[in-house]
């Protein structure tokens, strides 16, 4: 018995597609793309805290509204001391961009102060 094994053109052209989809879905969140570029600082209550990869979440209440603020990865939180520093009920300031998309209350810490120590995750980038 012969077999072709060569793939039909369809399942080829469906590959193509999702090598051409990938990347981009994966970088619409990560990274800074998604943000604005004006600075924007917001003080909270924190509520929830998810730390790991790809980065860690923190919960903030504010004005009876719930921010999520991004927070380094794992080695760059440990790098600073924030990790141990993220406790339920602490208030913090975050210094970072907001999510371009107004609708969101999603922001990117690049400095996070808690009891006014700086915690500068982001030493080279300007906050």
Partial sequence: MVTDNKLPISLLFIFFLILLI???NLAAHHGW???TSEEFEIT?????????NPHGEVDLLVENAVWV???GQPWRN????????????RVITVHGHRSANADVRLVKAERVVIDGEDY?????RES
């Fill in 69 to 71: 603020v991004e927070v």
């Fill in 44 to 52: 909270g209550k924190i509520v929830e805290i998810r730390l790991g």
């Fill in 33 to 35: 793309g998604w943000a």
């Fill in 78 to 89: 440990s790098r600073v001391d924030l990790t141990d520093n993220l406790v339920k009920g």
């Fill in 120 to 124: 500068n995750l982001y030493p080279n």
């Fill in 22 to 24: 990938l990347p981009s």
